[in-house]
């Protein structure tokens, strides 16, 4: 299947690989989810001391699933002193982010895994798909930022945080198989900026939000994104079909029973973000 085809088909993101099955944002949850057949691999990125770019929805070891070096389990007081980007990425792999699973999804599959490099995870999927000859997919890639953090657990700046991203995005994927979200809309301006510049090739970048407005949304951003993403709870057709005359996609987030997965597909939208990517390909129309 074409880059192009693949953006017009009904896109099935796997959510942090597929989280509700495998220990999420590992290596192991992405080839998983390829197996499944998703479109597209969501995952999350954060810093590290030494600048490397870690798949990681947390910029902190998270307690709920973490393990430190020595088997022991991350509690939440430690979670503030667990910063990953005061971590070199030498110390951040020694934490195992799967051997305990996760209480919230009794079906994620209990392994010894850990945080991969982003350079390291593209390179998994791509030598995976390959081998497997599975067809080729996007990734939605989230800069995990919000600005009380900056400086903190992440890049004192916007143009720190996502040049370290793009760079490594750049080197082995091409632009078109790349979507770039976040909740922090000072980053979309910015890439946004860098594709006017000529300083950055065009990615699709979508706006993540919560439950806010469509226009509000928009004036906010200042321009029209590739991809509005909301919190699916939050979601009616008006807003959808708002989106669709401004030429913009719809792809909701986190959509993970079945019936609602039929509910959000009717409502018009372009795909759905799922940690149980599977579930979507159970339904029968």
């Known amino acids: ?34 197996d499944l057949g998703v479109t597209t691999l969501e995952l999350d990125v954060c810093i590290s001391k030494d600048g490397q770019v870690v798949v990681s929805h947390e910029p902190y070891m998270n307690a709920i699933f973490c393990s430190k070096p020595d088997g022991s389990a991350v509690t939440k007081a430690d979670e ?57 997919v996007q990734y939605n890639i989230e800069i995990k930022s919000e600005e009380q953090a900056y400086g903190i657990s992440q890049p004192a700046t916007v143009k720190e945080f996502s040049d370290l991203v793009y760079q490594e995005i750049i080197r082995q994927i091409s632009a078109e198989r790349i979507i770039l979200q976040s909740f922090d809309f000072n980053i979309l301006k910015y890439w946004h900026l860098q594709f006017k510049e000529g300083t950055y090739k065009k990615v699709r970048l979508s706006a993540l939000v919560e439950d806010e407005m469509v226009d509000s949304s928009l004036e906010k951003l200042g ?63």
């Open 223 to 285: 321009f029209n994104p590739d991809i509005f993403s909301p919190y699916y709870k939050h979601l009616i057709k008006r807003r959808v079909d708002m989106c669709h005359d401004k030429g913009i996609k719809v792809v909701p987030w986190t959509v993970n029973e079945i019936v609602t997965m039929k509910e959000i597909k009717a409502l018009g939208v372009d795909g759905l973000i799922s940690d149980y990517p599977n579930r979507f390909f159970e339904i029968k129309e």
């Open 80 to 136: 503030k002193s667990l910063n990953l980007y005061k971590m070199l990425y030498s110390e951040i792999k020694k934490y195992d982010s799967g051997i305990r699973g996760n209480i919230l999804f009794p079906e994620q599959q209990k392994l010894a895994t850990f945080k991969p490099l982003l350079r390291d995870m593209l390179k998994a999927c791509e030598d995976y798909i390959k081998l497997k000859k599975l067809p080729k």
């Open 1 to 34: 299947m074409t880059t192009s085809a693949l953006a017009q088909k009904f896109d099935i993101e796997g959510h942090r690989g597929c989280r509700g099955l495998m220990p999420e944002n590992t290596i192991p949850a992405f080839k998983k989810a390829l």
